[in-house]
Structure formats: structure tokens, C-alpha cells
């Protein structure tokens, strides 16, 4: 498992891949990140400890994802990464959460105060029908708006059935008013029921993909894995 990079494009950044409790939903038809995950904090934070001493402070910026919501991780985890941001001089920390932690945000504002706190949401889509109906994203709300609040970025997933050229750029452009950043994930096979729809994929890659691979506010992922991180 390889648990740290290096991102050298893009709002360069360090981003590790860190292990925590697991994610509490587990409804996401799409995902099955699940095995990256423990109940025994103490081994939790022993593994984590061990990514972060790779940590060297370039660019002054990292990324730090597990499989699940930063609100996943063990205490002593968090307090470390306080340590390590400080030690090295990194002033911008990126996290992802659920949107069922939204109502905790603030605090882990106030908690990391005199850091950049940048919180990156597991949207997918703005299609209700699409997000609520098939992928079960668990995110009862329409209004993009109300959605962002507490977010500074988002994902996205492309590459599914019922997606389209429309559809698509409809997210991309929403995503780029309402959010900061945004990344783009296309649909890879894995063990759920969601399969990689070809057709989507090649219409994103033919119309859409020109148009957004040198925009300095998109990431873009045709493999999970793109990030360096995972396995």
C-alpha cells in the first residue's frame, strides 16, 4: 500500500493516505473502500505516525485522505498532524469528510486555526436523482448553495450510466462556481454493482477532457490511483 507522494501539477502538495476507524456510512453503491480500516486506535496511530515522518513540508501544502472522513481519525492522529504541519512549515492542510459531518466542521476549523483548512466533500454529482437514487450518496439536498457551505472542494465521479456530455459539463461548471477546487474521478471497476459505463467514459475523455486538463482548479483522475496513493 503505498501511503505517501508527491504531486508535482496542480497545486503542488504532498498527500498521504492515512487509516482510521472506517467510514460510518457505508451506503455509497459505488465504493468499497473498506478494507483500509481499523478499530484499534493505538495500531491506527502507530501506522499514521509512520506516514507523517515522511513528510518533508514541500510547498508548504498536503493532502491527507484516509478511507473514510478525517472525523475517522483517532485523536492522537490529529494532534500529530497539528505537530508535523508546524514542525514543517506547512501552512495548508486539505481533508475529505461526508457531508454527515458537515455540522462538525467548524469545530475542526477552530481546532486547526492557524492553518489553511481546506474541506474537500464526496459530492459526486449534483444530480439529486442520480446522487440520491443510484448512488445513495446520502446527501438530502439540492440546493448548491446549501451543499458548499461548509466545503471548500469537491468530488466527482464521472463515468456512469445515466451520465451525459450535458450532464457532465453541468457539474463541472457548478462545481467550479460553488467550489475552490474540484476533482473528477472516472469510474473503475471494483466489487460494486456500479460498472464503468465505456460510452460515458469515452464522451469525457473525446469532449471534456480537452477542455479541463490544464485547468489549475481541476484534478482529474482516470485512475484511482493517479494521486500516487493507494494501491
Do not use: W
Amino acid at each position: 500500500m503505498d501511503r505517501y507522494n508527491i504531486i508535482q501539477e496542480k497545486n503542488k502538495r504532498e498527500i498521504i493516505l492515512l487509516r482510521g476507524s472506517g467510514c460510518v456510512y457505508k451506503k455509497c453503491t459505488f465504493c468499497d473502500y473498506y478494507s483500509d480500516s481499523s478499530q484499534n486506535k493505538q495500531e491506527n496511530y502507530l501506522l499514521n505516525k509512520s506516514v507523517l515522518e515522511k513528510v518533508k513540508g514541500l510547498y508548504g501544502r498536503i493532502e491527507i485522505i484516509n478511507s473514510g472522513s478525517v472525523f475517522e481519525l483517532d485523536n492522537e492522529t490529529i494532534n500529530l498532524i497539528q505537530q508535523t504541519c508546524r514542525s514543517k512549515n506547512i501552512s495548508t492542510i486539505h481533508f475529505e469528510s461526508h457531508y454527515l459531518y458537515k455540522d462538525k466542521i467548524p469545530k475542526l476549523r477552530q481546532k486547526f486555526s492557524g492553518f489553511n483548512l481546506k474541506m474537500k466533500l464526496g459530492l459526486e454529482t449534483f444530480d439529486y436523482a442520480l446522487r440520491e437514487n443510484i448512488l445513495k450518496k446520502g446527501i438530502n439536498e439540492t440546493d448548491p448553495a446549501v451543499i458548499c457551505a461548509q466545503f471548500d472542494e469537491a468530488n466527482f465521479l464521472f463515468g456512469i450510466k445515466g451520465q451525459s456530455l450535458e450532464s457532465m459539463q453541468k457539474d463541472i461548471e457548478l462545481g467550479l462556481k460553488y467550489f475552490e477546487r474540484i476533482c473528477i474521478n472516472i469510474m473503475c471497476s471494483n466489487t460494486t454493482g456500479i460498472i464503468p459505463d465505456r460510452r460515458v467514459i469515452k464522451i469525457f475523455t473525446d469532449k471534456l477532457y480537452p477542455l479541463y486538463k490544464r485547468n489549475d482548479r481541476v484534478d482529474i483522475l482516470i485512475n484511482n490511483t493517479d494521486f500516487g496513493v493507494g494501491n
